[in-house]
């Protein structure tokens, strides 16, 4: 499903987004970050209580936009859905995706966890892909510092091609050499040239297949490298928003058709099939990561790296992931519900022994009874079963769920299941969602 013309087109910064400016000559800057990377703190910390709230045009995706002044010229920063990538697997996904291609944002900010900085460069690489003018914020320098990690900025920065920003959102440090890079590099007429990732050679030719077309057909609105991989690898979401937003009906083209099956052929030629296509994109995104990660990141402690290199291992196998898994979060199910029988029996017995001395308080003053059932059996006890029963499974579930995402477990859930939930046209990050959903309704 792709977002309409009026809310995603050229001018989606005035219309369908409803991007609020003090005056025409603000720059719209999109905020990406994976989840839990500090992206919020850092959009609170610049734009204060000079914010805007709402859904993305036809999606239940929470949205936020704020305001910020920087050097004598505003900023208005949208902070997108946290995400761990651009391929428009979930709706927080496409939302991100549709808003760098056709939201008309003069810049982008890419947020990154300093602790887990590899993890985060999959998004970097695919925001540079289609937003050139890319500042990458290293934040949580120091929680990495408490952990002996160092990450090399200028190096980060010659590798990756843009600036890059390191910053302590929480303490205030850094944001003020976040926006004197977002003011530069948004008045240079001329964008930097920041990395390319480099696919495998059927892939590279495959793409260069369609280039050609594409720079036609696109008018240099977006990255024709970018897109013919998205039609490469079968994407509807983006063909359907290029045909609402930029007029641009490539299904309908023949010669971009006959095109992208001459591709195709020439991939299953060389081992490559459309099923496995994504999986060596994302492959070498991750490996480009790793690669870069690898020159400016160094551990005090030698065996932190490989400790890490180990667990993926086992928490991302084929033959240990799922089984691992299982285990895990049937512990956090059996925990949550167990544990959650003591203080619920607890709460209850506290909060109703409160409702007999409350019915004891109405039949002292002659109350009415409709009154007293109103009041006492009605709202009281409502609110008593309601808190009785709800609160202590969702007081040891979240913090939980929480540390396992502190700890990078909840990501490779997500890669692991992602395969088999697109299947059933969903992605790996869902299944999240699923655990939440079972423990509400147990």
Known sequence: MGLTKASTGAGAADSGLTIVRSSPEDAVIALAGNPNVGKSTVFNALTGMRQHTGNWPGKTVGSAQGQCEHGGRGYVLVDLPGTYSLMAHSAEEEVARDFLCFGGADGAVVVCDATCLERNLNLVLQTLELEPRTVVCVNLLDEAEKKGIRVDLKALSARLGVPVVGAAAARGEG???LMDAVATLTADPEPPAPMEVRYLASIERAAAVLAPLLRERLGGRLPERWVALRLLDDDPSLLDALADTLDCDLRADEAVQAAVASALAELEAAGVGREALKDR???CLVLAAEDVCNDVVTYQREDYERRDRRLDKILTSRATGIPVMLLLLAGVFWLTITGANYPSQLLSDG???????????????NAPDWLHGALVLGVYRVLAWVVSVMLPPMAI????FTLLEDFGYLPRVAFVLDHAFQKAKACGKQALTMCLVDICTH
């Open 397 to 400: 579930f979240f913090p939980i």
């Open 351 to 365: 909060l109703f022994w409160v409702q007999d001395r409350l019915t004891d308080l109405f039949t002292y003053f």
């Open 175 to 177: 944001l003020d050499a």
């Open 281 to 283: 994109i994302v492959s």
